[in-house]
């Protein structure tokens, strides 16, 4: 025991010390590294992109000097896709997790929605040109629309949605599932009223951060809505869009397009972060 004692109060070595604190020095180095580049991006749309915003940018058209119309475009794509992926995207996530979640239809169901995960956008733009564009010319005259481009983005929503979904479900206490299972609760009554209420902030950020990540795609956009400078006539015409917006005129000549370049990004750049910051608080109230 005195020599157990003795080894407990024995000063650590100089080179344990040295170690220690080089391995420390080394990682907040390595995370200011890691941190440089986006402190740097967020530095440059602000600085170029604050001095030139105005309030006629919310007003009026891209070919008058705003962006309204590619604002509001990309709120109704956003928006098309959410009511898509949303309803499909949680149900999925539903039977993945609380119906024979071992069995050989959901290991294949899963796997493929891993896979669409990865699947680059511009990938989920080329399908949706092929199989929704390319098809509603043909049949009902019409191509490029709003409505393609809310499918395209509601493509790459669905997988994100459905696996937080599913793993969030799987955080849920088995116990809340006997106890409801004890009182004569059914299947349907225990997911209904039990554990989707319990899991619903992790499923709200899960949502919220897919359609973060959808209001900045640019590469579906470009195949199924098109662009369109002035205010689109319906939802089934070309529709205007932020991401688009910056793509199409970033080597633009003229200095007030450019400009509009720069503070098209900082709006974008805001609404990507009036997304995420309800989700990170919607899901600390959940822990």
């Keep these: 025991m005195k020599q157990v004692a003795d080894k407990l109060i024995t000063p650590i070595s100089p080179i344990r ?5 080089g ?46 119309n590619a604002i509001v475009g990309t709120l109704i ?31 294949t169901i899963r796997f493929l929605t891993t896979i ?26 019409f191509s490029y629309s709003a409505v393609a481009g809310g499918i395209s983005l509601a493509i790459i929503m ?23 299972s004890g009182l004569g609760g059914s299947n349907f009554q225990t997911i209904w009223r039990i554990i989707l209420p319990t899991a619903l ?16 795609e640019t590469a579906p956009l470009l195949f199924t809505a098109l662009f369109a400078q002035d205010w689109a006539e319906n939802i089934l015409s070309p529709t205007g869009s932020l991401p688009v917006l910056i793509f199409n ?19 974008l750049l805001g609404i990507v972060l009036a997304i995420n910051l309800p989700a990170r608080l919607i899901l600390g109230k959940g822990r």
């Design 17 to 21: 010390n040295f170690f220690d604190r």
């Design 23 to 68: 391995m420390t020095i080394l990682a907040f180095g390595l995370t200011l590294l890691g941190i440089f580049p986006l402190i740097s991006v967020l530095w440059n749309i602000v600085s170029k992109g604050l001095p030139g915003l105005t309030g006629k940018m919310f007003t009026q058209a891209i070919i008058d000097d705003g962006f309204a």
């Design 77 to 107: 794509m956003v928006a098309i896709g959410a009511v898509l992926s949303i309803p499909i995207g949680v149900a999925t996530g539903i039977y993945l997790a609380e119906y024979q979640p071992t069995g050989k239809i959901n290991r």
């Design 116 to 141: 669409l995960t990865g699947v680059p956008s511009i990938v989920v733009g080329i399908f949706t040109y092929d199989v929704i564009v390319l098809v509603t010319k043909k049949l009902f005259d």
């Design 158 to 180: 669905l997988p994100i949605i459905a696996l937080t979904t599913e793993e969030v479900l799987k955080l849920v206490p088995i116990t809340f599932r006997l106890a409801s």
């Design 201 to 216: 902030p992790a499923i709200s950020t899960g949502i919220l951060l897919a359609l973060a990540r959808a209001t900045g």
């Design 249 to 267: 005129l970033y080597n633009d000549p003229d200095p007030v397009k450019n400009q509009l370049v720069w503070t098209a990004s900082l709006f």
